[in-house]
Structure formats: structure tokens, C-alpha cells
T-cell receptor, first 115, second 110 residues
Framework: KAGVTQTPRYLIKTRGQQVTLSCSPI?????VSWYQQTPGQGLQFLFE???????NKGNFPGRFSGRQFSNSRSEMNVSTLELGDSALYLC??????????????FGPGTRLTVL | EDKVVQSPLSLVVHEGDTVTLNCSYE??????LLWYKQEKKAPTFLFML????IEKKSGRLSSILDKKELFSILNITATQTGDSAVYLC??????????FGKGTRLHILP
């Protein structure tokens, strides 16, 4: 069974631009969660989507948004990029909603660098 | 504010040693405690703990949760160089919010 895939793997943008990251969950998984990982803040929860609905959101500004499609694939968008948005963005999928009680499988991440 | 604190932040030991990694948490409406291993990019799931005092084991790794004292430990016995990684602890609440600690970077010397 194929694992979680994320595209692109690496991305370089400049301040003020916007970016869209993509995540394809494991086949049959309906929940996709997004995380931001930086050396200073560690791994931080962005949001979770289940059945095309955002069911949970972390403490990030509105510039961070996402969506989920009917095939469970998810995209994350960051608008008006800031230098501090440089990070590894990880997505994780699970069979059911709730990463707190359903095992999550992480993708390899997208390394975003904002210049 | 909910928080998860891991200690030590980094640890260097020799192959064959036993290590104990610590995770304390303060989370309102706590639901579960999770441990992950992150070697390069993708964290991999190790344990999920919801009940106090029940040890979970997987090979040389084991973990236990103390809900009274609000902490968990991850033990690795007979360490191998392949155990070198960042170990992440996370706590979740009943609203499915997940809060990660900063991780413990473990390096095993051959």
C-alpha cells in the first residue's frame, strides 16, 4: 500500500507570494492533518480535514488555509508569505478523524523556504 | 495554555545503553499521549497511551503514562545506532487538539 505523498518536496518562494502544497493520503484514509515544523517552535498542528470538512484548526493566522477533495486529497495554501513561514510542512493521514486516538501516518513533508 | 515539555533536549549514549526519555504535559481535557520517532522527515508512530500505569511495549521500546503526575516516559533498552532519531511526544485533548513537545534528539554512538 502506498504511503502518504506530498508534492512538491521542496519549494522556494519570495515574501508576499502565495503557495499551495498538496497531500495524497493513504488509500482508504479519510482524515488529513497538516503540521508546520520549525527548529524554534517544533511541530505545530495547523488543521485537520475529514470528509471534505475542516474539523479542527490550530492557532495560525488566516493566511493559512486548506481544503479537502472528495478523493480525500488535500491542499494547503499560504498567502502573503512571510520569512517566518519557512518550515517543513508535514501532512498525516488516518482512517478516521481525530489524530489523538487514530494512528496517523506522516508524509515526507514539503520544505518551504521563503526569501 | 496547553503545553508539552520533553527532556532532555538531546542525549548521546553508547550502543547497548538503556535510555529513558521524559515527557510532561499540561493539557485541559486530556485524551491521549502519543510518541513518535522522527529520523529524517516523516515521524513514525510508536505508541498511544490513554490509561495510567499500563505499559506498552514494542520490542526494545516501552512506554508508560502517569495521569496523576502528568508525565510519560519512553524507554529504549539495548540501544542500537538505528535508534538515533528525534523522539517526539504529543498530547491530545477531547477537542482533538494535538500539542507536540520540542522533541529529544537521541544519538547512539557505535
Amino acid at each position: 500500500k502506498a504511503g502518504v505523498t506530498q508534492t512538491p518536496r521542496y519549494l522556494i518562494k519570495t515574501r508576499g507570494q502565495q503557495v499551495t502544497l498538496s497531500c495524497s493520503p493513504i488509500s482508504g484514509h479519510r482524515s488529513v492533518s497538516w503540521y508546520q515544523q520549525t527548529p524554534g517552535q517544533g511541530l505545530q498542528f495547523l488543521f485537520e480535514y475529514f470528509s471534505e470538512t475542516q474539523r479542527n484548526k490550530g492557532n495560525f493566522p488566516g493566511r493559512f488555509s486548506g481544503r479537502q477533495f472528495s478523493n480525500s486529497r488535500s491542499e494547503m495554501n499560504v498567502s502573503t508569505l512571510e520569512l517566518g513561514d519557512s518550515a517543513l510542512y508535514l501532512c498525516a493521514s488516518s482512517l478516521e478523524a481525530g489524530g489523538g486516538y487514530n494512528e496517523q501516518f506522516f508524509g515526507p513533508g514539503t520544505r518551504l523556504t521563503v526569501l | 495554555e496547553d503545553k508539552v515539555v520533553q527532556s532532555p533536549l538531546s542525549l548521546v549514549v553508547h550502543e547497548g545503553d538503556t535510555v529513558t526519555l521524559n515527557c510532561s504535559y499540561e493539557v485541559t481535557n486530556f485524551r491521549s499521549l502519543l510518541w513518535y520517532k522522527q529520523e529524517k522527515k516523516a515521524p513514525t508512530f510508536l505508541f498511544m497511551l490513554t490509561s495510567s500505569g499500563i505499559e506498552k511495549k514494542s520490542g526494545r521500546l516501552s512506554s508508560i503514562l502517569d495521569k496523576k503526575e502528568l508525565f510519560s516516559i519512553l524507554n529504549i533498552t539495548a540501544t542500537q545506532t538505528g535508534d538515533s532519531a528525534v523522539y517526539l511526544c504529543a498530547a491530545t485533548n477531547r477537542d482533538d487538539k494535538i500539542i507536540f513537545g520540542k522533541g529529544t534528539r537521541l544519538h547512539i554512538l557505535p
